[in-house]
């Protein structure tokens, strides 16, 4: 026994009487003796008293809620690093075999950073120093046939009236105003394999070996009295299966836990306009990436090219680097190009061709600016997808007694708004709140179909956003109408100029506002200084990936 502890005992020995005690000059009192077991717990609380020593936690044989995640994606990432702060247990069953760095830049807008700042500070941070804000800059819609030289001029009409003023600009995006009413950091980008690594060297931090790769999810069976399963069975593609007490489908919009919540078939029709439930949108992407300084490099963050049944994008994406993407209307299965989106590079159809030159052949007519940046990418790199798309689950529930979908797997989203990722990202949080309100296991499938009503309205919104945006700039806009050219005379045309300062001064600051709307953290205060902190070092980087290209 320790020397303090038998002390301890000693002091308890010599004051415990032993006898009846009587106070002089008084009447008799009798006592009864104090009589002290010196159990193991006595002594423990004892010590804990005299020695200063922290008690132990309460012990408890209630195990934490066990939750597994199909998919190892940014929703299911985020997910599972926002509830193993929150002690829930989190194993992710990911199809990939390891972890590799593919994949190009994604956006996140205002709310999606405003729900990482209020997931973590230092997870916020790790974001901020890999990240490229293009919302403190010009972006908006420029004119496809009528841009020179990366100009910057203003979105006005003065060109309907002077003949010499610029029409480059058609709309510019009010990012930064609709960021700055509700106190936000400005929209940006972030390398996909930049955001999984630091999600990734996180979640190992809080449960090393948390992601199991190359055993994709593929079945599940909830628990019930007849089957004796408490919570859901989820069924491997090995053939493994394990228990958790809920599972979340968070495996993109090809997702095989989808496939049997809803009765769908993984297969696509004849024509490949229907798979699994999908509705081919009428869009083929091609996407590719350049180190490029244009004029306008440090003034612009992204920006849309519209024309003729197609629009051209460009964003910086950081270190001097340009991202492009090409939407054309084009049949589905129209595949030219190998795609790299969501695993390992395919291989190309025609490897003699290059994609470069056919996609400036779609282009014919068009801005020097379009062709300046199709000049200057590596033909190797253009990758191609066609774009399917989900109507929003008004009528079926995303859950299934204790199996429940999120991000791509049950609200996929066109890529114009780049809300894909920032939804996800929603989705994670208020999902990690309403598990860890849980007062039991028993109470995660009402918890879950309470995610769904939660959602749904939101979700569906940014859905049909997203969706109308692809809409109108391919079906009904054009190149704009001008009184000085015979550049866009059609219907569309007119229509795209009347368009204007109805998009200008109320469509757009309405989208805007309402996608940023949503933010946990309220006002931020730092946003101003870490924007000029970020000026500097962006410019930094980018000038060394200039001089780099140069060499």
Not at 279 to 306: M, N, P, R, W
């Amino acid at each position: 026994m320790k020397p303090a502890t038998m002390f301890l005992i000693s002091l308890i020995t010599l004051f415990t009487p032993s006898a009846p005690f009587s106070f002089p000059s008084s009447p008799t009192v009798t006592h009864r003796p104090l009589k002290v077991a010196l159990t193991s717990s006595t002594l423990k609380a004892t010590s804990q008293i005299f020695l200063n020593v922290p008690p132990a936690p309460p012990s408890t044989t209630t195990r934490p809620i066990s939750i597994a995640i199909a998919g190892g994606g940014v929703g299911g990432l985020t997910t599972a690093y926002a509830m193993l702060k929150k002690g829930i247990d989190v194993t992710i069953y990911e199809r990939t075999s390891s972890f590799a760095r593919f994949g190009g830049p994604i956006q996140f807008a205002s709310n999606a950073l405003s729900v990482i700042k209020q997931l973590d500070d230092d997870l916020y941070e790790q974001v901020m120093e890999k990240f490229t804000f293009t919302g403190t800059r010009a972006c908006g819609i420029k004119d496809g046939l009528r841009a020179k030289g990366f100009r910057m001029t203003n979105d006005r009409l003065d060109y309907v009236l002077n003949e010499d003023a610029p029409s480059d600009w058609f709309v510019k995006f009010p990012l930064k105003e609709c960021a700055d009413l509700y106190g936000l950091p400005y929209t940006g980008v972030i390398d996909r394999p930049d955001l999984q690594e630091i999600l990734l060297k996180e979640c190992e931090k809080m449960k090393p070996g948390f992601i199991k790769n190359g055993n994709a999810v593929v079945n599940y069976e909830n628990g019930n009295a007849a089957n004796g399963i408490e919570g859901v069975e989820v069924i491997l593609a090995d053939g493994q299966k394990h228990v958790h007490d809920a599972l979340i489908g968070s495996d993109g919009i090809w997702s095989s836990v989808r496939a049997q919540m809803y009765n769908e078939k993984k297969v696509s029709s004849p024509s490949l306009l229907r798979r699994q439930g999908c509705t081919y949108s009428g869009y083929t992407v091609f996407a590719g990436e350049t180190t490029l300084k244009t004029d306008d490099y440090f003034q612009t963050g992204y920006k849309v090219y519209i024309g003729p049944q197609r629009y051209f994008v460009t964003s910086d994406v950081g270190g001097g680097r340009v991202q492009w993407y090409a939407f054309f209307a084009l049949p589905p299965g129209s595949k030219r190009a190998p795609s790299g989106w969501g695993g390992a590079r395919t291989v190309q159809e025609d490897e003699e061709e290059n994609l470069v030159d056919y996609i400036k052949s779609l282009h014919e007519g068009w801005s020097e600016e379009v062709h300046y940046v199709l000049d200057n990418t590596n033909p190797t790199t253009v990758e191609q997808r066609d774009l399917y798309d989900r109507f929003p689950e008004f009528l079926r529930s995303w859950a299934d007694g204790n199996v429940v979908l999120m991000g791509d797997a049950v609200h996929p989203m066109m890529p114009n708004l780049g809300q894909g990722g920032c939804q996800a990202i929603e989705d994670a949080y208020i999902l990690t709140n309403l598990i860890a309100e849980c007062k039991s296991k028993s109470d995660i499938p009402k918890k879950l179909q309470e995610f769904y009503r939660k959602r749904i309205v939101r979700v569906s919104i940014v859905q049909f956003l997203s969706r109308l945006a692809s809409d109108l700039i391919i079906n009904a806009f054009d190149t704009p109408w001008s009184p000085h050219d015979d550049l866009g005379k059609s219907w569309k045309s007119y229509l795209t100029f009347f368009w204007k300062p109805l998009l200008q001064y109320v469509i757009f600051p309405a989208q805007f506002a309402y996608l940023y709307s949503y933010h946990p953290t309220g006002r931020m205060d730092n946003v101003q200084e870490l924007k000029e902190k970020w000026k500097v070092e962006h410019k930094k980087s980018a000038e060394a990936g200039f001089a780099k290209m140069g060499q």
